[in-house]
């Protein structure tokens, strides 16, 4: 079970929160290593979400305009 959190890199985030607290502190080393890690599936699952917080934000931010 051990060697299956170590390989990927999603759950080896959540059973060992120092390596958010890296990726938080330098996000461009530390969190473009986890995403390199992760295999392509999961890759454009993490873009996805990115895209969809993205857009989220700007409608957000374009109804408090209004």
Do not use: R
Not at 3 to 14: C, F, G, I, M, Y
């Amino acid at each position: 079970m051990e060697t299956n959190s170590s390989t990927n890199p999603l759950e080896n985030l959540l059973h060992n929160p120092m390596e958010i607290l890296n990726v938080v502190k330098n996000p461009g080393k530390y969190g473009l290593d986890i995403y390199k890690g992760l295999d392509i599936k999961q890759q454009q699952y993490v873009l996805f979400a990115a895209g969809a917080a993205l857009i989220g934000y700007g409608l957000y931010l374009g109804m408090n305009k209004k």
